[in-house]
């Protein structure tokens, strides 16, 4: 179970699947949701994505040369929408692209074959919503925009994310759901929190093999399905999670339920 055990071809897309492709040697992933008719929704840096035909591109980090989107733009109508001051914008599915190739996120995975998949941002434990929950998130976000980048908090991942489960992590503080951010954080983490078994294990193996289980079992905990920090928020509220997010500056209270639909005791807006 690799990298490449995702990949896809376009015919078997279908509506509302969260798709992804990777940047600059599998050194990253830019993610989406799939619309129908060879159209994606994505969330990126405020005005970093401009369709094929109108001269730029977007990736997770600063784009360069060799992440300009080189396929032919397919001139959908739509291709490059995206409201002003917005980062979520609609592309099509070679704009989207580039010179990646085609690759699906994989939903409702079992504790072990998360765990299997070393490479994070290829899969979650999570269910996901029906399509049309899906879409209609994904396409009102178009429209009404997803809030401020930031690339360990509310990146291109958290946004699919969200689309597909309906949840966002609660909090300003540590990561979202991104189990990609979750890897680049966790592989440093889980060296330092290795080092004690050095103390123990003399062997160059066994010191690999702690420091391996300590990032997975890291990156297991930073899960959308099974961390305890994430709260059902339906789309129209969006503006509302924000504000709570912010401290509720206005001094309004809201009614925030409990619910216990997931692993874990989790808060429900809306």
Not at 54 to 71: H, L, N, R, V, Y
Not at 82 to 101: A, D, E, H, P, Y
Not at 124 to 146: C, W
Request: hydrophobic share 35%; aromatic share 10%; net charge negative.
């Amino acid at each position: 179970m690799g990298v490449l055990s995702h990949r896809v071809e376009r015919s078997d897309l279908e509506a509302g699947d969260h798709i992804y492709t990777w940047r600059t040697a599998f050194a990253y992933s830019h993610h989406g949701i799939y619309v129908g008719g060879n159209k994606v929704v994505h969330f990126t840096r405020d005005a970093q994505y401009l369709c094929s035909s109108s001269q730029s591109a977007s990736t997770w980090f600063s784009p360069s040369a060799s992440d300009i989107p080189s396929a032919a733009c397919l001139e959908i109508p739509d291709c490059g929408f995206r409201k002003q001051r917005s980062g979520v914008i609609m592309s099509c599915l070679n704009c989207f692209l580039g010179n990646g190739l085609l690759y699906c996120f994989e939903y409702g995975v079992s504790r072990l074959a998360f765990i299997a998949k070393f490479r994070g941002g290829t899969c979650t434990t999570a269910k996901s919503d029906p399509p049309e929950a899906v879409i209609h998130r994904a396409m009102y976000l178009l429209q009404n925009g997803f809030g401020n980048y930031n690339l360990f908090t509310h990146n291109c991942e958290d946004f699919a994310l969200y689309c597909k489960t309906g949840f966002l992590v609660c909090g300003q503080e540590g990561l979202g759901g991104s189990g990609q951010a979750s890897s680049f954080v966790g592989a440093p983490l889980a060296a330092i929190l290795s080092l004690p078994v050095r103390l123990f294990v003399s062997s160059p193996v066994g010191i690999v093999t702690a420091t391996a289980a300590m990032y997975s079992l890291n990156r297991y905990a930073t899960d959308i399905g099974v961390r305890d920090d994430v709260i059902e928020v339906e789309v129209e509220d969006i503006t509302l999670f924000h504000g709570n997010q912010l401290g509720d500056r206005d001094g309004s209270s809201h009614e925030i339920d409990v619910t216990d639909s997931r692993p874990g005791k989790r808060q429900r807006i809306g």
